[in-house]
């Protein structure tokens, strides 16, 4: 049985026992599907996998769907389906050590994933408007529609992933796909090694171009705080609604400081940016420091509390104690 | 008709205008204000940030306050300052979206001192669309990738060379002063032949009809489930026009400017009580969707839409326009 069919499989079994089922259907674009939030097993037979399954789903483990209760009614306590690739699933890890869900709360239906694509390569080399039908896993990488591909597709944040085959999941027996060693952090110490001047320029330049629609705040399935700090504009305002230079750079400095050694570099925030800022710079450089001071890989040891939700007499900076 | 080689653009600054142009910031196709022209890009389908922007900037002064001792002491209205200006390689779907926004803002007998301000100083050159873009729909819509709608000049790209038309005195004037050469020949004769290819027709004739019972959720629900509420499909969108009204206080200095809002953003429609009406994903997903294809067809007897796609090919999570619109007139 294909891991397709075992998803679609394990899905239909989760469906009736969870609140809902989320997976990846086709949508109306070439180079990337959706979420599908399935409630009946004909939902599930929508169900595709590939390297154009790239968002990041564990979001809708974070979004609330549950309607405001009637007096008197209890909540619905079913746990959530996920279909997770590797990178997912390390939000899980993350989400469950940060409380946010008990472990047996969410079902991962675990993906071997050979890496998925990078839509804006993909726009670069094919053209915003082609007649591309869908891009597939090959023996060696990604085909399109069946040909190789004409340059690399393959997505920066799978590079670096340590978990083709997720580390952890409730599903039992899927084929598992090779693992390439990852890239450490060479993305982030060329970027370390410029001038600082040329660097505060470089991000000048692309916090300038911020509309501070926060679709990566809301994409980010980290970012669930109910109220963002940037929302709040009373009694006293971190920031405003500006999208001046200052306020942007606010904006993602404190964003990247509240992900410190908590972003999985699942990508999703870089992806969903309209205006192409390179948010993984930033969240990248982050983890480093998190894993150089504090030995602390993100959505990797469950037992371990986050770095920012945990609190241990043996850090570095010992100020407090 | 007149023409001029793309070498010569020169000749748009040399009419004593300013020139807001189509520009490639780090890779975003956007209008801003240009004063060489190699800065002007011709290579895209459309900008990813919507002419609206010369019009209605995501953050405008309105306001100077005077402060003492904290107390504000004086506050006034702080006008743009405009000078001639030429807004050159708008497309005629950001073009046609200026009906609407010239109406809107001046609604109802009240006039926006700021829109009207910019819009009366500025010459619209609209460049005609020789690709399709993604996603787009503007014939469906009443425009084209040759609409005139709200043009001073209609520019045609013919191979290196561009020809202007002039529709408005206000645009015959703008090319008088470029001095530029009669059109003759094959150029002139492949502007007044263009035909360029156009997107596929979705019939839209009755949507706003049938959208007219369609407000409870239920018709909403399972549309928007995905949706993250960014704001993405309507800050980028070249009819949306909300804005939230802020001040920027530093020390003495004090101005009070207005900044882009969206219906999609959680603080959108929230009560001076804290009581928020418009709760919901699907309410916020609804109220773009009417509003554009419901509301403005029956306040102003046109859609709220231009067709460009913008909204369906940036959305992060695949929310397609039409296929919405679709689902939802089911
Ligand atoms: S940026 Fe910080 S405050 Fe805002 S949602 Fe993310 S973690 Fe919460
Ligand atoms: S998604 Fe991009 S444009 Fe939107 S707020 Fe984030 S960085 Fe800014
Ligand atoms: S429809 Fe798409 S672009 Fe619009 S708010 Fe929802 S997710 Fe963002
Ligand atoms: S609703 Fe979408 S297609 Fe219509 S004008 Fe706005 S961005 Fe363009």
């Known amino acids: ?321 | 008709m007149k023409v001029m080689d793309k070498t010569q653009l020169d000749k748009l600054f040399g009419a004593g205008y300013e020139v807001i142009a189509p520009v490639n910031t780090l890779g975003v196709v956007e209008y801003i204000k240009v004063t060489v022209p190699a800065q002007i890009e011709f290579d895209f389908y459309n900008s990813k940030k919507p002419a609206k922007s010369a019009f209605f900037p995501a953050t405008e002064k309105m306001f100077d306050i005077k402060m003492q001792d904290r107390k504000a002491v004086s506050m006034d209205e702080s006008l743009p300052e405009m000078k001639d200006t030429i807004l050159f390689g708008i497309r005629p779907c950001d073009a046609g979206s200026l009906t609407y926004m010239d109406q809107l803002f001046n609604w109802e007998g009240f006039e926006d001192p700021y829109w009207n301000a910019r819009r009366e100083a500025v010459t619209v050159f609209t460049l005609g669309c020789s690709k399709v873009c993604p996603n787009s729909f503007c014939t469906s819509v009443g425009g084209g990738p040759k609409s005139k709608t709200n043009a001073d000049v209609f520019v045609y790209e013919v191979g290196d060379k561009l020809v202007f038309e002039a529709i408005t005195d206000k645009g015959s004037a703008a090319l008088d002063k470029m001095g530029l050469e009669e059109a003759t020949g094959a150029e002139l004769e492949a502007a007044q032949n263009w035909e360029p290819a156009e997107p596929e027709v979705v019939d839209l004739d009755e949507t706003p009809t049938k959208l007219d019972d369609r407000w409870p959720d239920e018709h909403w629900v399972d549309v928007s489930l995905r949706c993250l509420n960014c704001g993405i499909c309507t800050f980028l969108c070249p009819t949306c026009h909300c804005f939230d009204i802020i001040d920027y206080k530093h020390r003495d200095k004090c101005a009070r400017c207005r900044v882009w809002d969206t219906c999609q953003f959680d603080d959108y429609t929230v009560h001076a009580s804290g009581h928020q009406p418009r709760e919901t994903k699907q309410s916020r997903v609804r109220n773009r969707i009417l509003h554009k294809f419901n509301y403005i067809p029956h306040n102003f007897d046109m859609f709220g839409c231009v067709g460009c796609g913008r909204c369906t090919s940036l959305c992060p999570v695949n929310i397609d326009l039409i296929e919405t619109i679709q689902e939802v007139e089911k």
């Open chain 1, 1 to 321: 049985m294909s891991n397709v069919d075992k998803m679609r499989e394990e899905a239909k079994k989760l469906v009736s026992e969870c609140r809902f089922v989320v997976g990846y259907e086709r949508g109306t674009f070439n180079h990337l599907d959706r979420a599908l939030i399935a409630k009946t097993p004909e939902d599930v037979d929508k169900f595709v996998f590939g390297p154009t399954s790239i968002p990041n789903l564990t979001l809708y483990a974070v979004t609330d769907f549950r309607r405001p209760l009637k007096r008197g009614e209890s909540p619905d306590a079913r746990p959530i389906g996920i279909v997770c690739k590797g990178c997912d699933a390390k939000t899980i890890v993350e989400l469950v050590r940060e409380h946010i869900h008990a472990r047996d709360q969410v079902k991962i239906i675990g993906m071997p994933c050979k890496g998925t694509i990078d839509p804006k390569k993909f726009a670069m080399l094919y053209g915003e408007d082609n007649d591309v039908k869908q891009i597939t896993w090959g023996p060696d990488g990604f085909l399109v529609d069946g040909q190789a591909p004409k340059g690399d597709l393959l997505a920066g944040k799978c590079l670096h992933c340590k978990v083709r085959n997720p580390s952890v999941t409730d599903v039992d027996g899927m084929e598992q796909v090779d693992q390439p060693e990852a890239a450490g952090f060479e993305g982030i110490e060329s970027f370390e090694a410029m001038d600082p001047e040329d660097r505060w320029r470089f991000f000048e330049g692309q916090f300038s171009k911020c509309i501070r629609c926060y679709a990566c705040r809301n994409a980010c399935p980290l970012c669930y705080c109910h109220q963002c700090s940037i929302d709040i504009q009373k009694p006293f305002n971190w920031t405003q609604k500006f999208t001046e230079l200052p306020d942007n750079t606010f904006y993602h400095t404190m964003r990247a400081l509240h992900l410190a050694g908590r972003c999985v570099d699942c990508g999703e925030c870089e992806r969903v940016c309209p205006m192409d800022i390179p948010l993984r710079l930033l969240n990248g450089k982050m983890a480093k420091v998190a894993y150089e001071n504090f030995n602390i890989e993100s959505g990797e040891d469950p037992d371990r509390p986050s770095l920012l939700g945990g609190c241990d007499p043996n850090d570095k900076e010992c100020f407090i104690w």
